[in-house]
Protein backbone atom coordinates (compact mmCIF):
# COMPACT_ATOMS: atom_id res chain seq x y z
CA UNK A 1 0.00 0.00 0.00
CA UNK A 2 0.98 3.54 -1.41
CA UNK A 3 1.65 5.75 1.79
CA UNK A 4 0.45 9.52 2.15
CA UNK A 5 2.68 11.61 4.44
CA UNK A 6 0.60 14.80 5.45
CA UNK A 7 2.50 15.19 8.42
CA UNK A 8 5.37 17.23 7.66
CA UNK A 9 5.14 19.68 10.49
CA UNK A 10 6.23 16.84 12.93
CA UNK A 11 9.46 15.98 10.51
CA UNK A 12 10.37 15.96 6.86
CA UNK A 13 11.35 13.51 4.93
CA UNK A 14 15.83 13.93 4.29
CA UNK A 15 16.40 15.83 0.80
CA UNK A 16 18.52 13.27 -1.11
CA UNK A 17 21.15 16.64 -1.88
CA UNK A 18 21.58 16.81 1.69
CA UNK A 19 22.57 13.56 2.40
CA UNK A 20 25.00 13.31 -0.44
CA UNK A 21 26.57 16.85 1.47
CA UNK A 22 26.51 15.05 4.63
CA UNK A 23 28.16 11.43 3.55
CA UNK A 24 31.70 12.34 3.09
CA UNK A 25 31.65 13.38 7.04
CA UNK A 26 30.24 10.30 8.21
CA UNK A 27 33.19 8.63 6.23
CA UNK A 28 36.45 9.82 5.24
CA UNK A 29 35.95 13.19 6.97
CA UNK A 30 35.60 11.60 10.72
CA UNK A 31 37.74 14.12 12.41
CA UNK A 32 36.92 15.39 15.91
CA UNK A 33 36.53 18.97 15.37
CA UNK A 34 38.56 20.10 18.30
CA UNK A 35 41.83 17.85 17.28
CA UNK A 36 44.78 20.22 15.76
CA UNK A 37 46.12 17.88 13.32
CA UNK A 38 44.36 18.14 9.63
CA UNK A 39 41.94 15.61 10.09
CA UNK A 40 40.33 17.79 13.07
CA UNK A 41 40.68 21.03 10.94
CA UNK A 42 38.83 19.74 7.85
CA UNK A 43 35.64 19.07 10.49
CA UNK A 44 36.06 22.51 12.32
CA UNK A 45 36.51 24.30 8.90
CA UNK A 46 33.13 22.44 7.72
CA UNK A 47 31.68 23.44 10.83
CA UNK A 48 32.69 27.38 10.49
CA UNK A 49 31.54 27.64 6.83
CA UNK A 50 28.06 26.05 7.63
CA UNK A 51 27.59 28.57 10.33
CA UNK A 52 28.85 31.07 7.83
CA UNK A 53 26.24 29.84 5.42
CA UNK A 54 23.31 29.75 8.14
CA UNK A 55 24.16 33.22 9.62
CA UNK A 56 24.24 34.98 5.87
CA UNK A 57 20.97 33.21 5.23
CA UNK A 58 19.60 34.70 8.87
CA UNK A 59 21.40 38.14 8.07
CA UNK A 60 22.92 37.34 11.47
CA UNK A 61 26.86 37.20 12.50
CA UNK A 62 28.49 34.01 12.59
CA UNK A 63 29.27 34.54 16.14
CA UNK A 64 25.50 34.35 16.94
CA UNK A 65 24.98 31.08 15.77
CA UNK A 66 24.96 28.52 17.83
CA UNK A 67 24.51 24.86 16.80
CA UNK A 68 22.55 22.21 19.11
CA UNK A 69 20.96 19.36 19.47
CA UNK A 70 17.17 20.99 17.84
CA UNK A 71 14.54 23.42 18.90
CA UNK A 72 14.10 21.87 22.31
CA UNK A 73 17.78 21.98 23.45
CA UNK A 74 17.44 25.83 22.51
CA UNK A 75 14.31 26.69 23.80
CA UNK A 76 15.52 25.33 27.11
CA UNK A 77 19.12 27.40 26.97
CA UNK A 78 17.41 30.48 25.71
CA UNK A 79 14.61 30.75 29.08
CA UNK A 80 17.37 29.41 31.22
CA UNK A 81 19.47 32.19 30.81
CA UNK A 82 17.06 34.61 30.63
CA UNK A 83 16.34 33.44 34.35
CA UNK A 84 20.10 32.76 35.57
CA UNK A 85 22.28 35.56 33.35
CA UNK A 86 20.12 38.12 32.40
CA UNK A 87 17.96 39.35 35.27
CA UNK A 88 14.27 38.26 34.82
CA UNK A 89 12.24 37.22 37.33
CA UNK A 90 8.96 37.11 35.24
CA UNK A 91 7.73 35.12 32.58
CA UNK A 92 5.14 35.79 29.85
CA UNK A 93 4.22 32.92 27.70
CA UNK A 94 1.16 31.71 26.08
CA UNK A 95 -1.11 28.30 26.55
CA UNK A 96 -0.20 27.35 23.06
CA UNK A 97 3.53 27.11 22.66
CA UNK A 98 5.42 23.90 21.66
CA UNK A 99 6.07 21.63 25.27
CA UNK A 100 9.61 22.35 24.96
CA UNK A 101 8.94 25.59 26.23
CA UNK A 102 5.56 25.19 28.21
CA UNK A 103 7.35 22.73 30.37
CA UNK A 104 10.47 24.78 30.75
CA UNK A 105 8.69 27.60 32.54
CA UNK A 106 6.42 26.00 34.67
CA UNK A 107 9.60 24.08 35.98
CA UNK A 108 10.58 27.52 36.31
CA UNK A 109 7.82 28.69 38.08
CA UNK A 110 7.40 25.72 40.53
CA UNK A 111 11.28 25.09 41.44
CA UNK A 112 12.38 28.55 41.21
CA UNK A 113 9.89 31.00 42.18
CA UNK A 114 9.72 32.80 38.85
CA UNK A 115 6.57 34.71 38.22
CA UNK A 116 4.44 32.83 35.66
CA UNK A 117 1.76 34.87 33.50
CA UNK A 118 -0.34 33.78 30.08
CA UNK A 119 -1.18 36.45 27.56
CA UNK A 120 -4.61 36.00 26.53
CA UNK A 121 -5.70 34.98 23.58
CA UNK A 122 -7.89 35.83 20.85
CA UNK A 123 -10.44 33.60 19.54
CA UNK A 124 -8.71 32.99 16.40
CA UNK A 125 -5.48 31.55 18.34
CA UNK A 126 -3.92 35.17 18.14
CA UNK A 127 -1.89 36.36 20.92
CA UNK A 128 -3.79 39.39 22.35
CA UNK A 129 -1.55 42.22 21.86
CA UNK A 130 -3.07 44.66 24.64
CA UNK A 131 -2.85 41.88 27.12
CA UNK A 132 0.74 41.49 26.58
CA UNK A 133 1.09 45.36 26.70
CA UNK A 134 -0.64 45.40 29.95
CA UNK A 135 1.21 42.51 31.27
CA UNK A 136 4.78 43.75 30.56
CA UNK A 137 3.85 47.47 31.55
CA UNK A 138 2.09 45.77 35.25
CA UNK A 139 5.48 43.60 35.60
CA UNK A 140 7.93 44.60 38.69
CA UNK A 141 10.59 42.91 37.69
CA UNK A 142 12.23 42.16 34.63
CA UNK A 143 10.33 40.38 31.97
CA UNK A 144 11.31 37.24 29.25
CA UNK A 145 8.76 37.13 26.94
CA UNK A 146 8.52 33.32 24.97
CA UNK A 147 6.38 33.22 22.23
CA UNK A 148 5.94 31.21 18.77
CA UNK A 149 6.64 32.86 15.30
CA UNK A 150 4.59 30.16 14.22
CA UNK A 151 2.13 27.97 15.85
CA UNK A 152 3.24 23.91 15.21
CA UNK A 153 -0.45 22.73 15.71
CA UNK A 154 -3.21 25.44 14.16
CA UNK A 155 -0.44 27.21 12.14
CA UNK A 156 -1.26 31.06 13.70
CA UNK A 157 1.62 33.12 12.80
CA UNK A 158 2.68 35.68 15.37
CA UNK A 159 3.97 39.41 14.21
CA UNK A 160 7.77 39.29 15.79
CA UNK A 161 8.13 42.62 14.82
CA UNK A 162 5.45 44.19 17.06
CA UNK A 163 6.20 41.97 19.85
CA UNK A 164 10.00 42.64 19.48
CA UNK A 165 9.15 46.37 20.06
CA UNK A 166 6.47 46.02 22.47
CA UNK A 167 9.39 44.09 24.54
CA UNK A 168 11.90 46.85 23.76
CA UNK A 169 9.49 49.21 25.05
CA UNK A 170 9.45 47.60 28.57
CA UNK A 171 12.98 46.33 28.45
CA UNK A 172 12.05 42.17 28.57
CA UNK A 173 14.17 39.82 26.99
CA UNK A 174 12.15 38.15 23.83
CA UNK A 175 12.88 34.96 23.10
CA UNK A 176 10.62 33.35 20.22
CA UNK A 177 10.26 29.11 19.63
CA UNK A 178 11.10 29.83 15.45
CA UNK A 179 11.11 25.96 14.87
CA UNK A 180 7.94 25.85 12.48
CA UNK A 181 9.40 29.14 10.49
CA UNK A 182 13.20 28.79 10.14
CA UNK A 183 13.86 27.25 6.38
CA UNK A 184 10.21 28.04 5.25
CA UNK A 185 10.54 32.17 6.08
CA UNK A 186 13.12 34.62 4.90
CA UNK A 187 14.57 36.11 8.39
CA UNK A 188 16.02 39.28 8.80
CA UNK A 189 17.60 38.92 12.24
CA UNK A 190 20.32 42.07 12.07
CA UNK A 191 16.37 43.65 12.09
CA UNK A 192 14.31 41.83 13.87
CA UNK A 193 14.34 43.16 17.45
CA UNK A 194 14.41 39.55 19.20
CA UNK A 195 16.92 38.58 21.46
CA UNK A 196 17.05 34.68 21.03
CA UNK A 197 15.40 32.27 18.32
CA UNK A 198 15.72 28.94 16.89
CA UNK A 199 15.64 26.60 14.42
CA UNK A 200 15.56 22.55 14.00
CA UNK A 201 16.64 20.79 10.69
CA UNK A 202 14.66 18.17 10.13
CA UNK A 203 11.32 20.95 9.79
CA UNK A 204 12.76 21.52 6.07
CA UNK A 205 14.38 18.58 4.54
CA UNK A 206 17.50 18.37 6.69
CA UNK A 207 18.80 15.63 9.58
CA UNK A 208 17.14 15.32 12.93
CA UNK A 209 18.78 15.70 15.62
CA UNK A 210 20.50 19.31 14.87
CA UNK A 211 19.33 22.68 15.37
CA UNK A 212 20.21 26.35 15.87
CA UNK A 213 19.81 28.81 19.02
CA UNK A 214 20.66 32.56 17.57
CA UNK A 215 21.92 34.72 20.69
CA UNK A 216 21.77 38.27 19.62
CA UNK A 217 25.66 39.12 20.13
CA UNK A 218 24.22 42.13 22.69
CA UNK A 219 22.98 39.17 24.99
CA UNK A 220 26.33 37.71 27.40
CA UNK A 221 25.19 34.74 28.77
CA UNK A 222 26.87 31.31 30.26
CA UNK A 223 26.78 27.68 28.73
CA UNK A 224 23.69 25.37 29.51
CA UNK A 225 25.09 22.10 28.57
CA UNK A 226 29.03 22.55 30.79
CA UNK A 227 32.20 20.17 29.97
CA UNK A 228 33.94 21.51 27.51
CA UNK A 229 34.92 24.77 24.97
CA UNK A 230 32.94 23.87 22.08
CA UNK A 231 30.37 26.16 20.09
CA UNK A 232 33.04 29.03 21.13
CA UNK A 233 32.40 28.04 25.14
CA UNK A 234 28.64 28.17 24.55
CA UNK A 235 27.81 24.56 24.46
CA UNK A 236 29.80 21.65 25.52
CA UNK A 237 30.00 18.08 23.87
CA UNK A 238 31.32 17.04 20.52
CA UNK A 239 29.56 18.53 17.43
CA UNK A 240 27.28 16.83 15.60
CA UNK A 241 29.98 17.24 12.82
CA UNK A 242 27.46 15.98 9.76
CA UNK A 243 24.30 16.97 11.61
CA UNK A 244 25.48 20.57 11.10
CA UNK A 245 26.45 20.43 7.49
CA UNK A 246 23.39 18.35 6.96
CA UNK A 247 21.57 21.70 8.24
CA UNK A 248 23.60 24.64 6.69
CA UNK A 249 22.81 22.54 3.29
CA UNK A 250 19.22 21.97 3.66
CA UNK A 251 18.77 25.70 4.42
CA UNK A 252 20.54 26.80 1.43
CA UNK A 253 18.55 24.73 -0.62
CA UNK A 254 14.86 25.87 1.40
CA UNK A 255 15.99 29.72 1.05
CA UNK A 256 17.21 28.66 -2.91
CA UNK A 257 13.49 27.42 -3.57
CA UNK A 258 11.67 29.18 -1.33
CA UNK A 259 9.28 31.53 -4.08
CA UNK A 260 8.20 28.21 -5.99
CA UNK A 261 8.00 25.93 -2.97
CA UNK A 262 6.21 28.55 -0.53
CA UNK A 263 3.44 28.69 -3.54
CA UNK A 264 3.25 25.63 -4.09
CA UNK A 265 2.63 24.44 -1.00
CA UNK A 266 0.06 27.09 0.20
CA UNK A 267 -1.95 26.02 -3.27
CA UNK A 268 -1.84 22.46 -1.71
CA UNK A 269 -3.30 23.55 1.62
CA UNK A 270 -5.43 25.59 -0.08
CA UNK A 271 -7.04 23.16 -2.20
CA UNK A 272 -7.57 20.62 0.43
CA UNK A 273 -9.55 23.25 2.83
CA UNK A 274 -11.86 23.58 -0.04
CA UNK A 275 -12.16 20.23 -0.95
CA UNK A 276 -12.97 19.19 2.54
CA UNK A 277 -15.09 22.04 2.96
CA UNK A 278 -17.15 21.09 -0.64
CA UNK A 279 -17.45 17.53 0.60
CA UNK A 280 -17.50 17.20 4.38
CA UNK A 281 -20.57 18.45 6.06
CA UNK A 282 -19.90 20.42 9.09
CA UNK A 283 -15.80 20.48 8.80
CA UNK A 284 -14.31 23.74 10.23
CA UNK A 285 -10.60 25.54 10.63
CA UNK A 286 -8.58 25.82 13.63
CA UNK A 287 -6.44 29.07 13.68
CA UNK A 288 -6.42 31.93 11.15
CA UNK A 289 -6.55 29.81 8.00
CA UNK A 290 -7.45 32.86 6.11
CA UNK A 291 -5.48 35.52 7.52
CA UNK A 292 -1.94 35.20 9.43
CA UNK A 293 -1.08 31.50 9.18
CA UNK A 294 2.31 29.38 8.48
CA UNK A 295 1.56 27.68 4.87
CA UNK A 296 2.36 24.30 5.35
CA UNK A 297 -0.39 23.88 8.02
CA UNK A 298 -4.15 22.87 7.97
CA UNK A 299 -5.86 22.11 11.13
CA UNK A 300 -9.16 20.96 10.17
CA UNK A 301 -12.04 19.66 12.55
CA UNK A 302 -14.65 17.36 11.83
CA UNK A 303 -17.90 16.37 13.63
CA UNK A 304 -18.27 14.11 16.17
CA UNK A 305 -19.39 10.36 15.73
CA UNK A 306 -18.67 7.17 16.77
CA UNK A 307 -16.65 7.00 13.46
CA UNK A 308 -14.68 9.88 13.70
CA UNK A 309 -13.30 9.28 17.05
CA UNK A 310 -11.03 6.80 15.22
CA UNK A 311 -10.19 8.95 12.38
CA UNK A 312 -6.43 8.82 13.02
CA UNK A 313 -5.78 5.43 13.70
CA UNK A 314 -8.44 4.96 10.66
CA UNK A 315 -6.34 6.82 8.41
CA UNK A 316 -3.74 5.23 9.12
CA UNK A 317 -5.04 1.58 8.64
CA UNK A 318 -5.09 3.06 4.91
CA UNK A 319 -1.84 4.31 4.67
CA UNK A 320 -2.62 7.89 4.99
CA UNK A 321 -0.28 9.79 7.76
CA UNK A 322 -2.23 12.79 9.61
CA UNK A 323 -1.61 13.87 13.48
CA UNK A 324 -4.18 15.10 15.99
CA UNK A 325 -1.70 17.66 17.31
CA UNK A 326 1.97 17.52 18.01
CA UNK A 327 3.91 15.03 16.84
CA UNK A 328 5.06 14.75 20.45
CA UNK A 329 2.49 13.99 22.55
CA UNK A 330 0.45 11.82 19.91
CA UNK A 331 1.85 8.34 21.78
CA UNK A 332 -0.19 9.82 25.25
CA UNK A 333 -3.04 11.32 23.40
CA UNK A 334 -4.05 13.24 25.76
CA UNK A 335 -5.80 15.50 23.14
CA UNK A 336 -4.42 18.58 22.27
CA UNK A 337 -3.49 21.61 24.39
CA UNK A 338 -3.68 23.86 21.84
CA UNK A 339 -6.73 23.14 20.57
CA UNK A 340 -8.19 22.75 24.53
CA UNK A 341 -6.94 26.49 24.71
CA UNK A 342 -8.70 28.20 22.17
CA UNK A 343 -11.89 26.35 20.43
CA UNK A 344 -12.69 23.17 23.16
CA UNK A 345 -15.65 21.93 21.63
CA UNK A 346 -16.03 18.18 22.41
CA UNK A 347 -18.06 17.46 19.56
CA UNK A 348 -15.25 17.78 17.14
CA UNK A 349 -12.30 16.09 16.25
CA UNK A 350 -9.07 18.08 15.39
CA UNK A 351 -6.65 16.81 12.43
CA UNK A 352 -3.62 18.50 11.42
CA UNK A 353 -2.99 17.68 7.78
CA UNK A 354 0.58 19.04 7.32
CA UNK A 355 2.42 19.73 3.21
CA UNK A 356 5.65 19.90 1.93
CA UNK A 357 6.76 20.11 -2.45
CA UNK A 358 6.99 16.32 -2.08
CA UNK A 359 3.15 16.17 -1.76
CA UNK A 360 0.74 16.20 -5.03
CA UNK A 361 -2.87 17.19 -5.89
CA UNK A 362 -3.68 13.73 -6.35
CA UNK A 363 -2.71 12.85 -2.92
CA UNK A 364 -5.37 15.28 -1.28
CA UNK A 365 -8.02 14.10 -3.83
CA UNK A 366 -7.12 10.34 -2.17
CA UNK A 367 -7.42 11.42 1.60
CA UNK A 368 -10.73 13.27 0.59
CA UNK A 369 -12.10 10.58 -1.00
CA UNK A 370 -11.28 8.31 2.08
CA UNK A 371 -12.42 10.77 4.74
CA UNK A 372 -15.96 10.81 3.06
CA UNK A 373 -15.72 6.93 3.58
CA UNK A 374 -14.69 7.62 7.33
CA UNK A 375 -17.02 9.87 8.16
Known amino acids: MERIYFDNAATTPLDKAVLDTMLPYMTEKFGNPSSIYSYGRESRLGIENARKTVAKILNAHPGEIFFTSGGTESSNTAIHAAIHDLGCRHIISSSVEHHATLHTVEDAHCKENIR????????????????????????????????MHANNEIGNLLDLHAVGNLCKEYDAIFHSDTVQTVGHYPFDLRNTPVHFINGAGHKFHGP???????????????????????????????????????FAKALELATEHFEEHSKYINDLRMYMAEQLQKHIPGVGFNGDLFGRSLYTVLNASFPKSEKSEMLLFNLDINGICASGGSACTSGADAGSHVIRAINNDPNKVAVRFSFSRDNTKAEVDKVVEKLKELI
Do not use: C, F
Not at 209 to 214: D, F, M, R, T
Not at 216 to 234: H, S
Open 116 to 147: LSWVKLLPNGHVDMDDLRSLLANSGERSLVTL
Open 208 to 246: KGVGILYINENVKITPYVKGGAQERNMRAGTENLYGIIG
